[in-house]
Nanobody, 126 residues
Framework: QVQLEESGGGSVQTGGSLRLSCAAS????????MGWFRQAPGKEREGVAA???????SYAGSVQGRFTISQDNAKNTLFLLMNSLKPEDTAMYYC????????????????????WGRGTQVTVSS
């Protein structure tokens, strides 16, 4: 059974950093396309960063240069390092995975993924 568990969220001030973790179980994360998504109150869920089965990565323009997605295959864990955080980054962050080899240009589309974690809250204050 595929399970994803996010951790690492919290409250920081503008300019601060956080590292989110997504512990995967029931499958080998490196063989799945995986991504980070976020949803703020009253807004649609949006793709933040994703990594394909071939290791290719994709980032939303709003986080390019500030966020970095990575995987630790030995720990079967996905990470999202978030630097230079802004109040507009405040949201619930979700980890997602799919066995499908997602085309790179589609990696940030939520409907490409069929496995989701419960999320971890990130709050950035000004």
């Amino acid at each position: 059974q595929v399970q994803l568990e996010e951790s690492g969220g919290g409250s920081v001030q503008t300019g601060g950093s956080l590292r989110l973790s997504c512990a995967a179980s029931g499958f080998t994360a490196s063989t799945y396309s995986m991504g980070w998504f976020r949803q703020a109150p009253g807004k649609e869920r949006e793709g933040v960063a994703a990594i394909g089965r071939d290791g290719s990565t994709s980032y939303a323009g709003s986080v390019q240069g500030r966020f970095t997605i990575s995987q630790d295959n030995a720990k079967n864990t996905l990470f999202l390092l978030m630097n230079s955080l802004k109040p507009e980054d405040t949201a619930m962050y979700y980890c997602a995975a799919t066995r499908i080899e997602v085309f790179r240009l589609l990696l940030l589309l939520a409907d490409q993924y069929d496995n989701w974690g419960r999320g971890t809250q990130v709050t950035v204050s000004s």
